[in-house]
């Protein structure tokens, strides 16, 4: 199986701010990677797929980049209500694996 | 607009059976792949089986192959999933997700428990 090692599990940061996620694969994944953000008792909602491109309706201060092994995922200008635990998950092979997750508090 | 909601969650003893439904609207249900996909604190989130719009193409996690079988209706818009010898490490929330490359949808989810 694929294992996606995300870092931090957590981080704190003000309103405003720029947060960076990193993503990491145990093999090439190309651009099969995907970022979810989770709300608690809610389910994750799909923000960036492919690696880079932004789902519907997704604000644009979230973004994704990365390709092979190594992904980042970018929140600018930090808002209130991104507070939230995001998820990667790649799929470029069964069993699709997710990371464990980083919260992000504000 | 696009709506999943699982249902049939609940407390079962181990080793026992449970059958999860999720009721799907809003878009061409036959249309799409749809996976089951289980969060529990101890593992996060897991990726258990799809299956494809006719049926024709399965696959399960190893976790839970041979144990569990995805199913859907297309004529009822419903996904369901048979869980069979139920452990501990069963219990979590489960969740119906619209699959292509990725969850683009997802049901709220139903709580299962397997506890004696």
């Known amino acids: 199986d694929i294992q996606m090692t995300q870092s931090p599990s957590s981080l704190s940061a003000s309103v405003g701010d720029t947060v960076t996620i990193t993503c990491q694969a145990s093999?090439?994944?190309?651009?099969?990677l995907n970022w979810y953000q989770q709300k608690p008792g809610k389910a994750p909602k799909l923000l960036i797929y492919?690696?880079?491109n932004l789902e519907t309706g997704v604000p644009s201060r979230f973004s994704g980049s990365g390709s092979e092994t190594d992904f980042t995922f970018t929140i600018r200008s930090l808002q209130p209500e991104d507070t939230a635990t995001y998820y990667c998950?790649?799929?470029?092979?069964?069993?699709?694996?997710f990371g464990l997750g980083t919260k992000v508090e504000i | 607009q696009v709506q999943l909601v699982e249902s049939g969650g609940g407390l079962v003893k181990p080793g026992g059976s449970l059958r999860l439904s999720c009721t799907a609207s809003?878009?061409?249900?036959?249309?799409?792949?749809m996976s089951w996909i289980r969060q529990s604190p101890g593992k996060g989130l897991e990726w258990l089986s799809y299956?494809?719009?006719?049926?024709?193409?399965?696959h399960y996690a190893d976790s839970v192959r041979g144990r569990f079988t995805i199913s859907r209706d297309n004529a009822k818009k419903s996904l369901y999933l048979q869980m069979d010898s139920l452990r501990a490490e069963d219990t979590a929330v489960y969740y119906c997700?619209?699959?292509?490359?990725?969850?683009?949808?997802w049901g709220p989810g139903t709580l299962l428990t397997v506890s004696s």
């Open positions: 997700a619209r699959n292509w490359n990725y969850f683009d949808f």
């Open positions: 809003g878009f061409t249900f036959s249309d799409f792949y």
């Open positions: 299956i494809s719009g006719f049926s024709t193409i399965i």
């Open positions: 093999q090439d994944i190309s651009n099969y």
């Open positions: 492919d690696a880079s």
């Open positions: 998950q790649h799929y470029d092979d069964l069993p699709y694996t």
